[in-house]
């Protein structure tokens, strides 16, 4: 059963905070997505990698980082929190073509 | 700019009916198609997808049709149970291009019993 993991369910912080998002997955796919979800939005994407070591910007890369340094780990870094940050944040991973990408259930994270 | 634009933010339908949901897409580099389920405080499942290649994809319940002329895809379910209520996200990508999903923003569907 394939699987995507994400560290936290729910998670507060203060304002101005260093918060790290993990995400991590057991299918050996290339490719790694971070996503936010907000109402009335959609899934808006934030960074990808398609490889170790590789990042490109999604659409709202404003205030987070990245890192994958291992194919099966990605990391969402918000440097110093705020509170328009506060959102659902969600994980996914796939393979390249004709193939859906798998998410994890998703981080609540509320900024203070 | 939406590049994938689901204009209806809720449907409600009766228990045994079919729910209609839609999706238009403007990027004609799109050549696959997928449909999510997501319920509250849960990651998105994949649901079903569909190909440039093709018009109708049936899985089950549920059937998407693709119209590239009009560049309108549409997800039928049908018969529509209780437990199908959850928002639907239509997305798409352009395959052998960066693998990115474009979203839609949802349509929330309520089956009522």
């Known amino acids: 059963d394939v699987k995507v993991t994400q560290s936290s369910r729910y998670l507060v912080k203060r304002t101005g905070e260093k918060v790290f998002l993990e995400c991590v997955q057991d299918?050996?796919?290339?490719?790694m997505f971070w996503y936010r979800q907000d109402p009335g939005l959609g899934l808006r994407l934030i960074y990808f990698s398609y490889d170790v070591k590789m990042k490109e910007k999604g659409d709202i890369p404003e205030g987070y980082s990245v890192s994958r340094e291992k194919k099966e780990r990605f990391s969402l870094i918000l440097e110093s929190a705020s509170t328009n940050q506060t959102s659902m944040y969600l994980c996914?991973?796939?393979?390249?073509?004709?193939?859906?990408?798998?998410f994890g259930p998703g981080t609540r994270l509320t900024v203070l | 700019d939406q590049q994938v634009k689901q204009n209806s933010p809720s449907l409600s339908v009766q228990e045994g009916r079919i729910s209609i949901l839609n999706c238009d897409y403007t990027?004609?580099?799109?050549?696959?198609f997928l449909w999510y389920k997501k319920y509250p405080a849960e990651g998105p499942t994949f649901l079903i997808s569909?190909?440039?290649?093709?018009d109708k994809n049936e899985d089950g319940r549920f059937t998407v049709f693709l119209n590239k002329s009009a560049k309108h895809l549409s997800l039928h379910i049908v018969p529509s149970q209780p437990g199908d209520s959850a928002v639907y996200f239509c997305?798409?990508?352009?395959?052998?291009?960066?693998?990115?999903?474009?979203f839609g923003k949802g349509t929330k569907l309520t089956v009522n019993p």
């Open positions: 996914a991973s796939g393979t390249s073509g004709w193939d859906e990408q798998f």
């Open positions: 997305a798409a990508k352009r395959t052998g291009g960066s693998e990115k999903l474009v």
């Open positions: 299918m050996d796919h290339e490719n």
């Open positions: 569909i190909s440039s290649i093709k």
């Open positions: 990027n004609s580099m799109f050549d696959y």
